[in-house]
């Protein structure tokens, strides 16, 4: 199975519902705890290099990555950190088609003026207009 173009998200469900099925298919069958703890070990490890080998070359990065991380991470910490690259790459490089909510609101929030102590958008003219009355009230106090 690879990723083959697809989204991250997509590739990485398909293959949890694989590991799911085989799983309930071909349940572990060790009796000692330290067998069935050796070979989970080795299952898990397994699967993370299967999602590795099926990620698209343009994560070759985030790939090796992975495999130089000390202690070895789980299928899931393997995949959080790709996503996380991937996301990161899709919003340097622009790509709205592979940025998801969080990189896009980043990326395509409009900015906006701070609030005034009012509470008030600040703008020009009303900056002008205060200027204006703090001026006419200053010069109608020197009046007197």
Do not use: C
């Not at 980043?106 to 900056?127: I, L, M, V, W």
């Amino acid at each position: 199975m690879r990723q083959a173009g697809g989204s991250i998200e997509t590739y990485y469900n398909t293959l949890q519902s694989l590991w799911r099925e085989i799983d309930f298919r071909r349940p572990n069958m060790m009796e000692y705890e330290s067998d069935i703890k050796r070979y989970n070990d080795i299952l898990h490890e397994d699967r993370v290099y299967i999602f590795l080998d099926g990620l698209d070359d343009r994560l070759d990065k985030a790939r090796s990555d992975v495999l130089h991380m000390t202690p070895f991470p789980t299928v899931d910490q393997a995949y959080a950190y790709v996503r996380r690259e991937d996301v990161r790459q899709a919003v340097m490089m622009g790509s709205s088609d592979r940025a998801t909510g969080a990189g896009l609101a980043a990326k395509s929030a409009p900015r906006s003026s701070p609030p005034t102590r009012a509470g008030q958008p600040h703008n020009s003219s009303t900056a002008a207009h205060l200027q204006i009355q703090s001026y006419a009230t200053a010069a109608g106090n020197s009046e007197q």
